[in-house]
């Protein structure tokens, strides 16, 4: 499986859930702390994150940077190993 | 299972696939309510901006509504309108600087409401700007008032019972009667409420600003968005209701595509 990670910027978020629904692999999930505006802001629970963008793309706060496993490693075109 | 792969893996590479516009959009926190759509169009426009690289040839004109701060967050050269005339201003602009790429961004009570005429013989007359206009059915500033774009029955403070066709009329369809005119090239209604859709709307995006080179006429983006806080649900609820109430009179696809 293609591995992924999100980096999510607690401050801004708002907690407005719709990256949690987004998600395919069910990975987010509000946290039970809250930020300095008083929002519960969303955090990743399962560490099976894919790097499908999916939620930083609906974010309305912009707060997701997503990260994912360079592609040369997950194509098998390249079998220099 | 999963998590076992992950301990067993050794450690890889992780390379950034996603992140905010850092040059185009400022680095501050949007204004605007948990869950709303206006903060993902500016993102992407700004996307669009910083990827074909014209964030120096932009220049975007602000709307009276929520979306009035919109040069708080896009780092391009903006000018305020007054309400409802952001297209007016549009045209000035364009047609002093015809190289540039201008936008103007626009609310439904801004577009559809006070700044009908001017939209009309805006695109009538064919003038080469993109307009972004977000139908979220309501006034989302003043506290949610009807809008032409109400919904048929749809609750609203000023519509408690629920619109009433019979005495205000039905839903003014902008996209629709603007693809009428000659003067427009590209009108399509795209959506915010799923990841696909931001995709789609991307391209719209990316395509609407490429037309501007080509000088043949108006681009149109209707973006079929939320408002939460309007419509007094939370983001999730106002997601299923565009899908189950929004989509039926507001039908997502393009309207009006070039001929080629």
Known sequence: ?81 | MSEKLYLEEPEVELEEVYCRPTEALYDIPFHYCPGCGHSVVHRLLMEVVEELGIQEETIGVAPVGCSVFAYHYMNVDMQEAAHGRASAVATGIKRVLPDKYVFTYQGDGDLAAIGTAETIHTVNRGENILMVFINNGIYGMTGGQMAPTTLPGQVTSTSPYGRDVSMVGAPLKMTELIANLPGAYYVTRQSVHNPNAVRKLKKALTKSFQYQKLKKGTCFVEVVSNCPSGWKMTPVESIKYIEEYMFPLYPVGDIKVPKE
């Not at chain 1, 998600?23 to 930020?35: E, G, I, R």
Request: aromatic share 6%.
């Open chain 1, 1 to 81: 499986m293609i591995k992924g990670n999100v980096n999510i910027d607690a401050k801004i978020c708002k907690g407005c859930e719709l990256c949690i629904i987004a998600c395919p692999q069910d990975a987010l999930a509000l946290s039970s702390h809250f930020n300095d505006k008083g929002y519960r802001y969303v955090e990743l629970i399962y560490n099976v994150c894919t790097g499908c963008t999916n939620c930083a793309l609906v974010c309305p706060e912009a707060a997701i940077t997503v990260y994912r496993q360079a592609k040369p490693a997950k194509k098998e075109k390249v079998s220099t190993e």
